[in-house]
């Protein structure tokens, strides 16, 4: 079955450590996106790509970094620069036109410990 | 620029009554707009969307939300609550193609 696939779904990161989130799918989506969720706050826009080897930021883009070397993959770093990463990650993908919406993964708990 | 601003973080109905959730938006385009429901610790299910077509539009689990144009409004509506219904439900919406913003979320509980 198509899908989109986060790991890990739970993940602990010592102060001062770079943490990478993983996002692969399966349904030949061009585009994918990256969200951190927030109690009361909603979803805000990380990064997203449109296609291969090129990505944007989105409204919260500081401390986060991310890559799309493949059609597949869209892997968030969470920088040591972000200060308050705590939160959960959402990762979606979509066809270009956007007018089918997202398909979403299950999410990333990152917690700071 | 365009927003979205869901009225009512938290909505508390009986079971069997009618869930109103509301949602405005401000687009300076014809937007697409969504509702998606998330369950505690998972991801984002899409319910329904809007892209231009009929105004009316009917989702999954019995959920139906009215584009209308005139208030900037896509309120969801359900017309008898059930107990799984209880979650979390964003409304979202097109930004210059690019990419969806979302509202800030509405908890629907449900008591029996």
């Known amino acids: 079955d198509g899908g989109i696939t986060q790991s890990p779904k739970y993940l602990f990161r010592k102060e001062g450590q770079n943490v990478t989130l993983s996002c692969e799918q399966n349904l030949n989506h061009d585009a994918m996106y990256w969200y951190r969720q927030d109690p009361g706050q909603g979803l805000r826009l990380i990064y997203y790509s449109q296609i291969v080897n090129d990505f944007q930021k989105g409204d919260i883009a500081e401390g986060y970094s991310v890559s799309r070397e493949k059609k597949e993959s869209f892997p968030l770093t969470v920088t040591s620069a972000q200060k308050n990463p705590t939160a959960f990650y959402l990762c979606?993908?979509?066809?270009?036109?956007?007018?089918?919406?997202?398909?979403f993964g299950s999410g990333t708990r990152l917690t700071v410990v | 620029a365009q927003s979205v601003t869901q009225l009512g973080s938290h909505v508390s109905v009986s079971e069997g009554a009618l869930v109103l959730l509301r949602c405005n938006y401000s687009s300076s385009v014809p937007p697409y707009l969504f509702w998606y429901v998330q369950y505690p610790n998972q991801g984002l299910q899409l319910l329904l969307k809007?892209?231009?077509?009929?105004?009316l539009v009917k989702g999954i689990n019995g959920f139906e939300a009215e584009f209308k144009k005139s208030e900037t409004s896509f309120h969801l509506t359900k017309p008898s609550a059930h107990m799984s219904d209880a979650a979390e439900y964003f409304c979202?919406?097109?930004?210059?193609?690019?990419?969806?913003?979302f509202g800030k979320g509405t908890t629907l509980s449900v008591s029996s």
């Open positions: 979606a993908s979509s066809i270009q036109h956007l007018n089918y919406g997202y398909t």
């Open positions: 809007y892209t231009s077509a009929a105004t």
């Open positions: 979202a919406v097109t930004r210059a193609g690019t990419a969806l913003i």
